[in-house]
């Protein structure tokens, strides 16, 4: 990471974001460079510290720790926490219950969860957190070689970027200084790539940094179309990559795709490492439990229960992230990190809607488009969109407590979707008490009933997993 990026223009041009940039990037490889042991001991410290703060300044956690008896000095990594699981109808019931006392309103800033597992929630983050979370990520960037400053394909975003036009002067500083192209995915059809593909060789840019599907449909439309570049360095993130779209990738661009994990409430928070034997938790950032829920064509699944060790405005306790993993043979990597180790991360499978003209809606965009509708849910705790057909698109719903803004929510959803389309959609809806994980223990935002689509690039973005 360049000196000029760290130390003077990021903390200068984004000062909220990245205020401290360069003293935080050397605690965490101080960290880094610790023992196990003293990692461990730091670790156990760091979680101590959060827990003890959440008991004094946040009533939702005094209580909970008081009905299980539990006192933050008694927490150790080397076993769960005694407390119950933070789940995401904690977030919409809990409201200021669940913010920090030690922090004025107006001094935490407001985010939304992405809707890729149920409806979007509200949270917030305080400032310290969200620099922290900043430099967690560059450091995640740093382990595959992307350092800031070098030229970046970032092929993400919503469909509404696609309009978008941004001044000069913030072009100047994210394309010329901070070298970061966007190519936004909110939708994807032939048009498109192809403006994805001369982009790409124009620019030929070091680093690719991609929704897993949509990475997967611009190597398969490359493979097809043909092309001069080649990146240095592939990252995917947001989904789950299933082992086809691995191979097709790494087959086109001719190096290994490096797997990111995160999500809005918690940040980037793992990695693959050069080695990619699994993705590795920072403890610098999270504390990580594992809760076993059964066994699936993966093996045994894993619930992945995070406890935020950065955001003090408003703590996530055993938060369960709504993602299942598969855990290897061993917690030990070749790279020697002592990290917890994951094999595979097996929930937050979306695939897409597809269109009358043969283009995509990647089912990541339809929770994205669900987080940016400006409003907290508080009637309809789940989704799931299935596709039936070109026309028809048939919306599970999950129903928690409260059902007063039921109907005037499932109308918000349905239109925000429709603009998304090219076309009006047919909708028809199903109240269910639940949305069933697969039997490989993920949980679906989109299903696509159709058959098999004519274009590749248009089925590298449906998984394979179909209903039976």
Not at 198 to 209: G, T
Not at 251 to 272: D, K
Not at 383 to 404: C, P, T, W
Request: charged letters at 25%; proline letters at 6%; hydrophobic letters at 35%.
């Amino acid at each position: 990471m360049s000196f000029f990026h760290t130390h003077l223009l990021l903390p200068l041009a984004e000062r909220e974001r990245h205020a401290g940039l360069a003293r935080r990037m050397r605690d965490i490889r101080r960290f880094e460079a610790l023992s196990p042991a003293a990692q461990r001991e730091q670790q156990q410290q760091r979680l101590q510290r959060i827990l003890q703060h959440a008991y004094n300044t946040v009533p939702f956690y005094r209580h909970r720790f008081d009905d299980a008896g539990f006192r933050p000095s008694d927490a150790r990594v080397d076993r769960p926490l005694p407390l119950p699981v933070l789940k995401r109808d904690d977030l919409r019931d809990g409201g200021n219950m669940l913010l920090s006392s030690a922090f004025k309103l107006q001094d935490l800033r407001r985010a939304g969860s992405s809707g890729t597992t149920s409806t979007p929630v509200q949270f917030y983050r305080d400032i310290e957190a969200l620099r922290d979370k900043t430099a967690i990520q560059l450091q995640l960037n740093h382990w595959s070689g992307f350092e800031t400053g070098d030229r970046v394909l970032l092929m993400w975003g919503a469909h509404r970027d696609l309009s978008m036009e941004p001044s000069w002067r913030w072009r100047f500083y994210e394309e010329t200084l901070l070298r970061r192209i966007p190519a936004p995915s909110g939708m994807i059809n032939e048009e498109i790539l192809e403006r994805f593909r001369e982009r790409y060789e124009a620019l030929r840019p070091k680093v690719l940094f991609a929704y897993s599907t949509v990475l997967a449909a611009f190597a398969a439309y490359l493979g097809k179309h043909g092309m001069k570049h080649r990146p240095s360095i592939v990252i995917a993130t947001a989904e789950v990559m299933n082992d086809e779209n691995r191979r097709l990738i790494e087959s086109t661009f001719g190096v290994p795709v490096t797997m990111h994990y995160g999500s809005r409430e918690l940040g980037m928070i793992a990695s693959e490492c050069s080695l990619h034997q699994g993705l590795h938790f920072h403890p610098w950032s999270s504390y990580v439990e594992f809760d076993p829920i059964g066994n699936t064509p993966d093996g045994p699944a894993y619930r992945l229960l995070i406890t935020d060790l950065l955001n003090y405005g408003q703590p996530f306790i055993r938060y369960d992230t709504g993602d299942c993993v598969a855990l290897g043979p061993s917690q030990q990597c070749g790279c020697g990190r002592s990290f917890p180790l994951v094999r595979k991360i097996l929930g937050r499978v979306c695939e897409g809607i597809v269109l009358a003209d043969g283009g995509i809606i990647p089912g990541i965009t339809l929770g994205t488009q669900l987080a940016q509708m400006g409003h907290t849910f508080r009637s309809i705790a789940q989704v799931q969109f299935v596709q039936k057909s070109l026309e028809h698109i048939h919306l599970r719903y999950a129903v928690k407590g409260n059902e007063m803004s039921k109907q005037s929510e499932l109308s918000s959803i349905c239109t925000a979707i429709d603009a998304l389309m090219n076309q009006p959609m047919n909708w028809s809806l199903e109240q269910v008490a639940d949305i069933p994980r697969e039997r490989s223990g993920k949980i679906r935002l989109c299903v696509s009933e159709l058959p098999t689509p004519e274009s590749s690039f248009a089925n590298s973005l449906l998984t394979p997993e179909r209903p039976q």
